[in-house]
């Protein structure tokens, strides 16, 4: 028996296959783009070619994400928040609280002994500081997503940006750029402007962070700048798993499993 | 166009409530008598003041004045599903898109002539300054006078008799816009009236505490502070019994107002009032119930006919809005105690400084009793903000976390 676990994101659909056991077999990040269906049927198709089974093998799937209800084979559908404390918790046993930056939303989740959501805070109102957020910085400034994750390599620390509204802090990073600011200290600016709002997100669930295991899960983990930003912020390692945007499928995948052997 | 709408709501809930004579058919008759409210309002046929939240209704509604307070005009606007056009008229004429969508969609009605010009305006400084501003507007486009009721946040004998001094003022006031003044038998009865309907909702409001709950997420909805509007009239008390008769006979069927009730909640602050999927979803998918509202609740003592001043001085004082944050705070407590609340749901309003500004403390407080508290982060008002599937994601992640890490104060 295998199961399903996909996350159709803003930025990306994800998909975790796992065996029987609960081991996973694959793992798969597509392009979400205009058409959800081809996202889906992508990255369900990948981790079957992978994994060397057809479809009608899978016993079980769990959606989540935003386009959590249109994944149609799913036996349930459940949010992300859930999910991604299910994966964080198989990954690193023991977290307490989990930061979770996806394509257009950002999310701080206290997981209890047991590895379950215990409270959660999600960022208000617009998406400044998600993925969505880097990628219009990353434009801004002329260079690939990828490649800012360490362009803030040896700045200073100087450069402060003031709005974190992704129009005028766009406009913000154009502005330095023209002044001649160095690229590096302009990412410096950007990861921390990120990560005091991150840091803000996670007092709502955790008054007090010290002494606190911290991991993060999302797409925005791939960056190291912000997870080293993140981890001076809060003075504390940061956990971040080889693949961070696949934690929301995987904890899928789990629930699908323990769902799907509770059903048989 | 409000004429209308209310004429048709009125001849809709109507033919219904004619179909099954019957049934108390409470939630109908509510929005009955709030739809022969807006006629009245807008027909051009009564005298009408526009007040503020804690305008006392009773007593003017013993001077033959046609009264509402104006969030309720906005929350009307709302529910009509056309607020944006109203919205967006105050914000062209410099009202903040982020100030309280509840006031700007009325003054941008009244910008649009929308709203009958009152005989006379009545506003109050609690439960916010927004209001008060609103009403200033309003005063100015309508070139009528204000009368402020100044309400002391204090439960003093000498803030009573402060306030009950200014609605003496407040009559005469009224007596020399309209030529009508207070007759004191009037006002006894209509007193007798408030008290009847507070001891009628004081039952429903028992009721509504049983487990499985009678209520649900529709049928109490804004009833506390629209009621507030009927007092002192016989159709407060009608609207109160037939809530009354209704809960009494789910209670008797063993039925409840969520079929299978699994999680009890407690709904902070004002709802949201425009047309959307969210409580439907909580019931149908969660078997979740919005048993109590914040503002759905009896604070004050039945008041003595022969000093009414007085005892509607202390009914407006001793609100939970009214004064400092500890007081709103011990009542949802109180209120989640009370009503074996699992979790809470606060909208924070866009915009609502005096609610969003205590959220914090709200939040704290009912975590030190073990109940979570959700925040939404929308506009009641502004169906162009209305978010869903953000606001779907942080309630199913509420409701989950409520199934796998029950908490609240169930026996």
Redo the contacts between chains.
């Keep these: 028996m295998y199961f399903l676990g996909v996350d159709l994101g803003s930025l990306s659909c994800d998909a975790v296959l796992l065996d029987n056991n609960g081991g996973v077999l694959a793992s798969s990040v597509v392009p979400t783009g205009a058409r959800n269906r081809e996202a889906i049927a992508r990255a369900t198709d990948e981790v079957l070619k992978v994994a060397g089974i057809t479809e009608d093998q899978i016993r079980a799937t769990v959606s989540t994400g ?1 386009g959590r209800d249109r994944v149609e084979k799913r036996l349930a559908a ?5 999910c991604h404390a299910r994966g964080i918790n198989s990954l690193f046993g023991g977290t307490q609280v989990l930061i979770d930056i996806g394509g257009q ?1 950002s999310k701080a989740v206290r997981l ?1 002994s047991d590895g ?7 960022n ?2 617009c998406a400044a500081g998600t993925g969505r957020f880097l990628e219009a910085m990353a434009r801004a400034l002329q260079v690939d997503i990828e490649e800012l994750s360490e362009l803030d390599t040896g700045a200073s620390g100087g450069v402060i940006l003031s709005s974190m509204c992704t129009v005028f802090a766009e406009s913000e990073v154009v502005s330095l750029i023209a002044d001649g600011v160095a690229v590096n200290e302009i990412v410096s600016g950007l990861n921390r402007a990120i990560a005091s709002r991150i840091v803000a997100l996670v007092r709502r669930v955790a008054p007090t962070s010290d002494g606190l295991s911290i991991a993060m899960s999302g797409g925005v983990a791939h960056n190291h700048g912000v997870v080293r930003a993140l981890s001076q912020a809060f003075e504390t390692k940061i956990s971040v798993p080889p693949k961070p945007d696949t934690v929301g499928a995987l904890g899928a995948a789990l629930i699908a499993r323990e769902k799907g052997i509770r059903g048989s | 166009m409000m004429l209308q709408y209310f004429q048709m709501l009125e001849s809709r809930i109507d033919a219904k409530i004619r179909k099954t004579p019957d049934k108390p058919n409470a939630r109908r008759k509510f929005a009955l008598e709030i739809a022969k409210l807006g006629i009245r309002l807008y027909s051009g046929e009564h005298r009408v003041a526009w007040c503020g939240v804690v305008a006392p209704f009773d007593m003017l509604s013993a001077m033959n004045v046609t009264s509402c307070f104006v969030e309720f005009v906005g929350a009307m606007l709302a529910a009509t599903g056309n607020v944006g056009m109203f919205l967006e008229e105050s914000e062209h004429a410099g009202f903040g898109a982020d100030t309280c969508g509840y006031h700007r969609a009325v003054i941008g009605a009244a910008l649009k002539g929308l709203m009958p010009v009152p005989d006379v305006m009545i506003a109050t400084t609690c439960p916010c300054t927004g209001g008060l501003a609103a009403m200033e507007n309003l005063a100015r486009m309508f070139n009528k006078e204000l009368f402020v009721l100044d309400v002391p946040s204090s439960d003093t004998p000498e803030s009573v008799q402060y306030l009950a001094n200014q609605y003496k003022d407040m009559i005469r006031f009224i007596g020399s816009r309209t030529g009508e003044s207070l007759d004191e038998g009037k006002l006894r009865k209509a007193i007798e009236k408030s008290n009847r309907a507070r001891e009628l909702m004081v039952e429903v409001y028992r009721l509504a505490e049983n487990v499985p709950s009678p209520s649900n997420g529709r049928s109490l909805a804004n009833f506390g502070i629209v009621m507030a509007l009927f007092l002192g009239t016989d159709a407060g008390i009608q609207i109160a019994q037939a809530y009354r008769d209704e809960f009494e006979e789910m209670i008797r069927n063993g039925q409840s107002g969520v079929p299978e009730e699994k999680v009890r909640l407690l709904w902070l602050q004002n709802r949201i009032q425009f047309k959307n999927p969210l409580i439907k979803m909580l019931e149908q998918e969660y078997q979740a119930s919005i048993v109590i509202d914040e503002l759905n609740d009896i604070t004050w003592e039945a008041i003595d006919t022969a000093d009414p001043f007085t005892g509607i001085a202390k009914r407006t004082i001793t609100m939970p809005l009214n004064g400092e944050i500890n007081r709103r705070l011990n009542h949802v407590r109180h209120l989640s105690k009370a009503y074996k609340i699992d979790g809470a749901i606060n909208p924070c309003h866009w915009g609502c400084r005096q609610g969003t500004g205590a959220r914090g403390l709200i939040q704290a407080g009912l975590k030190e009793l073990g109940i979570p508290v959700v925040n939404l982060e929308v506009d009641c008002v502004d169906t162009r903000n209305f978010a869903e599937g953000q606001l779907r994601t942080r309630l199913e992640a509420f409701m989950e976390m409520l199934q796998t890490n029950p908490s609240g104060l169930r026996d």
């Design positions: 935003y459940v949010t992300e928040i859930t939303d209890d379950q959501v215990a409270d959660f805070a999600m208000d109102k």
